[in-house]
């Protein structure tokens, strides 16, 4: 590769608002043949908003009181999510004691003397508590996309919410123009399969894979270049920084996580994923001039 088409080559990707860390980033470009997304922040602006909430033997507003009261302690977007959505029903959010996260799973905390869980199915599944009594409401949002928590409260389930997080306005583009070249797209998330499927449905994702524990999105790209493909993964989370050190181009949304930024190769400033289209076009084009 000759030095000067390259550093051209960055200087035009650096305008786009697409930064490669260095020449090599630009040649495996090329050859990419698979892009895996993560879907929270990465397809979705990752700022989600609550959207539906309802208890049973505890008053709903007493209810969302005590998830937001363990939700303040946490950093995900779920739990702001929540946290507004609390405030903007004028609740007031009672403090919380010791506090507990388990990554890509849910929260758990002791607020006004009850001990109180918010999380995924499996994660209340994993302290005995059966969610049967909302499945049907749940699955009915998960339908509409949203992402749904469920609630227990010493030991059982009290309620359930959701949240929508809307999906980015550049993002259907970015995937139909990625698929025109050829490429297939992965999304990788945390979430439950009725939501990714809904998600991927919207987009016309090729495949969506739910319910990945953030150390086994690593994985996933693993096995995808174990059959021989070349994979790019777009990712924005602390969560993603293994898989995208993985791939053969890891790309961090500049609207995401430092650690993110840290591991990848390419960073899409504003986070829009036509960022992935417009660096393999130029991939191709620099590539072409050298040989
Ligand atoms: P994603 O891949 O969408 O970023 P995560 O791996 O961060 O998802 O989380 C996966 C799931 O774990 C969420 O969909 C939710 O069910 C649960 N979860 C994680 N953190 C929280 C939290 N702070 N509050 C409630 N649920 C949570
Ligand atoms: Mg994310």
């Known amino acids: 590769a000759t030095p000067i088409s390259m550093t051209v080559a960055m200087g035009q990707g650096a305008r786009a608002g697409i930064l490669f860390r260095n020449a090599e980033a630009i ?34 507003d007493e209810a969302l009181a005590l998830v937001a009261g363990v939700e303040q302690l946490s950093e995900h977007p779920i739990a702001h999510a929540i946290v507004e959505g609390a405030k903007a ?18 929260v758990q905390a002791d607020v006004d003397g009850k001990h109180v869980l918010v999380g995924s199915r499996n994660f209340l599944a994993q302290h005995g508590i059966d969610t049967k009594r909302w499945e049907e409401q ?6 509409e996309a949203k992402t749904v928590v469920y609630i227990g409260v010493d030991g059982s389930v ?51 894979l739910a319910e990945v524990l953030p150390e086994h999105k690593a994985n996933h790209v693993k096995r995808l270049q174990a059959e021989g493909h070349k994979v790019a993964m777009a990712g924005d989370g602390i969560n993603d920084a293994p898989a995208l050190a993985q791939a053969n181009v ?14 990848a190769d390419v960073t899409l400033v504003k986070g829009d994923l036509r960022g992935i289209e417009k660096a393999m076009v130029l991939s191709r084009a620099t590539m072409r001039n050298i040989r």
């Open 89 to 106: 029903r004028k609740i007031k959010i009672p403090a919380a004691e010791t506090f507990e996260v388990i990554n890509g799973l849910g």
């Open 27 to 60: 040649e495996r470009m090329r050859g990419i043949d698979t892009v895996v997304v993560d879907k929270t922040g990465t397809l979705t602006l990752g700022r989600p908003a609550l959207t539906d909430f309802s208890a049973e033997g505890i008053a709903d």
């Open 158 to 208: 009290a309620g359930i919410a959701a949240v929508a997080d809307p999906i980015k306005d550049s993002t259907p583009e970015a995937i139909a123009t990625l698929q025109g070249l050829g490429v297939r797209i992965v999304m990788l998330t945390g979430d439950s399969q009725r939501t990714a499927d809904a998600i991927a449905g919207q987009l016309g994702i090729d495949e969506a």
């Open 138 to 143: 749940g699955e009915a949002w998960r339908t």
């Open 250 to 263: 890891g790309m961090a949304m500049g609207t995401g996580t430092d650690v993110a930024m840290e591991s």
